[in-house]
Each structure stands twice: as C-alpha cells, then as structure tokens.
C-alpha cells in the first residue's frame, strides 16, 4: 500500500502548531500567507490577551483564567465545523488509549451497579485474569480507601484502575458466599483493545468480520481474522461496519488494501495546504482481492468506515447494503499542545475514488448538525430509500458506470429499512438501566452447573430463554424504576429473548457467540445472506 506522498501520513500528518492564547504568543513562520493574514493574527491574538489580562486584574469577582480560556476555545472552535474540537488534557490521555490499540491498566471490563464498581469480565491475558478476578466481583476498596457507596464514576474507575505498566493497585473484592472481602495485589499492564470483535464462518464458504473501530491494531487484527476464516474455507466475505464511527484513515486505506486490487484509488483527500492534499491507492498484494465481498452500514458508520464503504463500492468491488451513512468526511490532525491537552483541527475533505464528497452539509446551527440522526428518522429515510434527496448535480460513476450519488454518505446498493416491528421504549429503558445486566450476571451464577460442559453450539441450538426468566427481569427492572408496559413487553417479547441470549453468551463464551445470536435480528445482515449471489456476480464480471 502506498500514497501519492508521505505513507506515514496516512495516520498522522506532519504538522507542528502551537497555540498560544493566555501568553499572547505567536508563531507562525513555517506557513506562506500573504502579509496581511499574519498581521491580522497578530492583532487578534493581541486583542484577546488584552481582554483576558483586563478580566484577570479588573473583573469585580474572582475568575479561574483557564476555565475562561478552554470556554472560549470551544466557542471559536464552533464556529469552524462539527468535528474540530478541543480535549482537555485530564481527557486526552483516555481519548487516545481508545484508539491507540492498548492500554496500561488492570485488564477488566466492568460495570457500576447499585453505586459500586463490578467486574464483567477480567480481558483474556491481562493481569486480573492471571490472579483469578471472576465475572461479578465487586471492587469495594482501591488502595485501601473505600470506593462502594460514593457515587463513583467511569471516569473515577479509569482514574483509580489505570496507571503506568508495572505499578501496583491493590483492590479488595467481595465475592458471593464469601464473608470478608478478598484482597488482591495487581501489576499493571499493557492491556490490547480489539477493534475486530467478531470474525466467523456463517456457512462453508461465507465467513463474517465486525470491525467496531478504526484503531492502530484493526489492520493486523482484520488480517489475522481474514487468514483464519481463509483457511476454513471463506471464499465470500460479509465485513459489517453497522454503528462504526470511524478511526485512524490508515486502518481504513490498508484494510481496503485488502480487499481492492493493485493501482485502485482508495481515497483522497484536499486541503488549503498543498501538504494535505494527497491520494491513497492500492499496491500491495492483498489477502483477499478475489473472493465477493458484502459491506454493512447504517446511520452509525462514519469517517473510516465510509472511506471502505466508498472505495469498495466506485470500484465495483463489492455490494454495500443497509442504510445510509453518516456522512463524516472531515480530516482531523491530533496537536498536541503543551500542557497535554489535544487540539484536533479539521485540514482537509474525504472524497471517493468517483469523486464524491462524503461530508454531508453543515451550517452554523450545530444543534441541526447534531439532531441529523432525528430529522432522517422524521423525514422517513430510515424506512424508505424513495425519502433520500438525490441531487443529480452530484451525479458520479463507478468504474464500471454505475450511478453514485454525493452529498453526504455512502448511499448503499441494496437499501433496508429499519425493523421497529419488535422494538418499544420499554425494552430501550430496560436495556438502558443496569437491571438487565444485575439480572445476568446473577442468572449465570445461579446456573453454573447447566452450563458449565455445555458448549456454544448446544447453546445456539438448543438453549431457549423461558418465560420465567423474563418475568424475573420485569421484576428486577422494575427494582430500577423500570415502569413494567404489558403492551410493549409483549410485543418485544420475541426481540427480548434474543436479546438475552446474545448476552449471555457473550458472558459464556466471547464476542463470537454474541454476534451470532444477535444477527439473528439483524436485518442488514439478514439481507445481507440474500444477496451473496448478487455479490459473487459483482467480483467476478468482466469489463
């Protein structure tokens, strides 16, 4: 894989900028504007030390300077575009582990439950594994001071849990049927985060990847998962993207590298400066550039996702189905700045191998900009393709010349409506409070004798939610204020029990067995199934 410049640009562009606001500092020699244009930053710059020195020394009350300053840089920031922002820099540091791969820390998912911290799951090979930290232990005390019954947060636990490879946190654990909490002393360390949660056969030959981000490791893991589904046999590839918002731009070039064959442009960008203008094509010999390939998007795929989406789809490599995307296609460039806040600044635009920009529109309203996902459900585009406004100015053609829209998104070949037949506000505010996931943890350590010889395949097959078990989770919901709505309850019924399932296998087995469940209810990916044939016609057609 190559581009037209620089292939380390594809993850983080060379830029040095600093920003001096509150110090009144300028620099800006390394940029070409006119005269004028560094004249004109000067006395702005000029004129806001001015105002925050006057507010510091004269202002009646006393004011916090920097609270001022990081307001004002998130007002000015707004009046740029949606996706420049500005991290604190008590908040960078986590923004980019989400991102960067891995992470130092004690290795568990967790939850809060009842205003204490319990573990979910302790991650495969990390050290909490490695101590025997178990699904449903509560973390009552870190470093001997009591954290149960304090209101403790997910930015607290971070705070309290994560810390440099090789440090010490010593937890105590209250575990069921023990009496006195169980003391523990773990050595952090550097825990992988995976971004392919789930890669699989569906039959002999179609096998399934779920990539849910774009992060530093998602090549390596999409290559790993491609070679094994390979060597079962996969020769039709179903790469669901569904709910992905995006990433790192080089994971997305490479993992099209993948699929593309030598020379297709994946994507390109453009900017003011000559430096972020740059094209991305394909020239490595890819793992799986032969075999037909199926996209899945919806309203949640973004950025990284819709440059795959879009390089598979104006290539003809492929069939994009499901819903269309969101439409990010802004370039961000992290800036670190000195006092380890980030600045992620907007330098250029997305465009596919047809041209298309995939940025939708945007105005001033930003409160528009953020409601979009509301105004498509309103506006009917997410139950019927006819609601979709085409522009026949921004009419493009693939490389075997079909027709492409722009304007925003990827719009897919195959478009599937949203499902709301089996959904209900009373199953979201289930799923959205703690009770459903008290009422697992809880049923599966009741019943670990039934499943502990039983494996995922019996499970699939034969394993059925009861009645029984969605009363007691009505019960337990209702301890959490669940309103109980026989009305709706009946009618998710079918959609409830699925949901369970999944989640208990993924608390049985791993991410695997919960997404084979789920697809169940999937109806991207149900159509998806229907459509391998379509697919197969796609790869293998001759110009």
Do not use: C
């Amino acid at each position: 894989m190559s581009i037209e410049k620089n292939t380390k640009a594809q993850i983080k562009l060379p830029l040095f900028l600093a920003l001096g606001i509150s110090a009144g500092i300028w620099i800006g020699a390394t940029f070409a504007e006119p005269k004028t244009d560094r004249n004109d930053l000067k006395s702005a710059i000029y004129k806001l030390q001015e105002i925050i020195t006057y507010i510091n020394r004269d202002y009646v009350d006393s004011v916090d300077t920097n609270e001022l300053v990081e307001f004002g840089i998130e007002k000015m920031l707004g009046k740029l575009d949606p996706h420049s922002s500005y991290i604190p820099a008590e908040d960078a540091a986590l923004a980019k582990s989400q991102l960067e791969g891995e992470f130092d820390g004690i290795g568990i998912e967790f939850g809060i439950l009842r205003d204490t911290i319990y573990v979910v799951s302790p991650l495969t090979g990390g050290p909490s594994e490695k101590i025997g930290l178990l699904p449903g232990d509560q973390i009552i005390k870190v470093d001997g001071e009591t954290v149960a019954g304090t209101g403790v947060t997910n930015r607290d636990v971070f705070d309290l849990l994560r810390g440099p490879k090789g440090s010490e946190v010593k937890i105590g654990i209250q575990r069921k049927n023990e009496d006195d909490l169980l003391d523990y002393n773990i050595t952090r360390d550097k825990i992988p985060q995976y971004s392919v949660n789930a890669s699989y056969m569906i039959d002999n030959e179609t096998g399934y990847i779920k990539i849910t981000r774009f992060a530093a490791n998602t090549h390596e893991e999409f290559r790993t998962a491609l070679q094994s589904l390979k060597e079962q046999g996969m020769d039709r590839l179903i790469l669901d993207l569904q709910g992905n918002p995006g990433g790192y731009m080089g994971a997305a070039i490479n993992i099209a590298d993948e699929i593309l064959k030598d020379n297709a442009v994946i994507v390109s960008q453009e900017g003011k400066l000559k430096r972020y203008s740059q094209k991305a094509r394909a020239v490595r010999p890819g793992s799986f550039e032969d075999g037909s390939v199926v996209i899945l998007v919806n309203e949640g795929s973004a950025s990284a996702s819709e440059i795959v989406a879009g390089a598979v789809q104006d290539n003809d490599r492929g069939l994009i189905v499901g819903r269309r995307s969101f439409g990010k296609g802004l370039v961000q460039m992290p800036i670190d700045l000195s006092d380890g806040a980030e600045l992620r600044l907007t330098i250029a635009r997305y465009f596919t191998p047809s041209g298309r920009s995939i940025q939708k529109p945007y105005g001033d309203d930003e409160e528009d900009y953020a409601m979009d996902y509301f105004n498509r459900m309103e506006h009917g585009e997410f139950f019927s393709a006819d609601s979709v406004d085409f522009n026949d100015s921004l009419k493009y053609e693939t490389v075997k010349g079909r027709t492409v829209y722009g304007g925003g998104g990827i719009m897919p070949d195959y478009f599937v409506p949203l499902d709301t037949s089996m959904t209900s506000s009373y199953v979201n505010r289930l799923f959205s409070s703690e009770s459903w996931r008290e009422f697992i943890l809880d049923y599966v350590d009741q019943n670990k004798k039934k499943f502990a010889d039983m494996s995922f395949e019996d499970f699939y097959n034969n394993y059925e939610i009861s009645d029984s078990m969605l009363d007691e989770l009505v019960k337990t919901g209702e301890k959490y204020e669940v309103k109980f709505n026989e009305k709706e309850f009946n009618k998710s019924k079918t959609y409830l029990k699925t949901l369970l399932k999944a989640h208990i296998a993924r608390n049985l087995f791993d991410d695997n067995a919960f997404y084979k469940v789920i697809n169940n209810i999937n109806e991207i990916y149900q159509q998806a199934l229907k459509l391998l044939e379509s697919a197969d016609a796609l790869a293998f057609f001759e110009e």
